[in-house]
């Protein structure tokens, strides 16, 4: 059973124009959320997080906005620049619940053509 | 500025052989973990250690032993390895809990023949 859902396996976007990653979660005991960003052959690097008492983080370019009600996250990248190419995971975790380990998502790769 | 280093990169191993992946930080961080990586699954826990001392397992633990054998390395071992055990295998550490984020390894790509 997926607690963690990325159902868009791949996004393509061009250059300059927003992207929209999307993440939905299914454990109600999630309070933490984060992004990570994958290239090939490296290891996963943290990006942005957000906390469940929170609707929105903001870190330059990019932005993740939190719907409690929905279960549902979303990374904005505005604007996308071809370096943001790779594969984005969704991770979740509940510090206070005792889920104290990330649980991921399968992953969106995005493209973004010059 | 190390981080997380793995190591072998690479791995081919045949059916029913033994190998050990080794991890180590220098963050000083108390927590460890192990992941696999496959097309399609995303990243997928296999054991973890909170602190020195302690380990546990994850959602995928079949087939797997770790030891932590101080607080800078966590190694994980493949007792008698098996084709399902093909994989990309990525090391991490942080700060409890990883709400800090956790800090991984580059990966090390497994082959069972």
């Known amino acids: 059973d997926q607690q963690v859902k990325q159902n868009s396996p791949s996004l393509s976007v061009q250059e300059g124009r927003i992207s929209i990653l999307n993440c939905d979660y299914t454990n109600s005991m999630f309070d933490y959320f984060l992004w990570y960003k994958k290239y090939p052959a490296e290891g996963p690097t943290f990006l942005i997080s957000?906390?469940?008492?929170?609707d929105k983080n903001e870190d330059g370019r990019f932005t993740v906005f939190l719907n409690k009600s929905a279960k549902h996250l979303s990374l904005h990248i505005v604007p996308s620049q071809p370096g943001d190419s790779a594969v984005y995971f969704c991770a979740a975790i509940g510090r206070r619940s005792g889920y104290s380990t990330l649980t991921f998502g399968k992953g969106t790769m995005l493209l973004v053509s010059p | 500025n190390a981080g997380v280093t793995q190591t072998p990169k690479f791995q081919v191993l045949k059916t029913g052989q033994s190998m050990t992946l080794q991890c180590a930080q220098d963050m000083n961080h108390n927590s460890m973990y192990w992941y696999r990586q496959d097309p399609g699954m995303g990243l997928r826990l296999i054991y973890y250690?909170?602190?020195?001392?302690?380990?546990d397992k994850g959602e995928v633990p079949n087939g797997y032993n770790v030891s932590r054998l101080n607080k800078r390395e966590f190694s994980l071992r493949l007792e008698s390895a098996a084709p399902s055990q093909t994989s990309v295998y990525f090391c991490?550490?942080?700060?409890?809990?990883?709400?800090?984020?956790?800090?991984f390894g580059q990966g090390t790509r497994l082959t069972v023949v």
């Open positions: 957000i906390s469940s008492i929170k």
């Open positions: 991490a550490s942080s700060v409890p809990g990883q709400g800090a984020g956790a800090f």
């Open positions: 250690s909170a602190s020195e001392g302690t380990t």
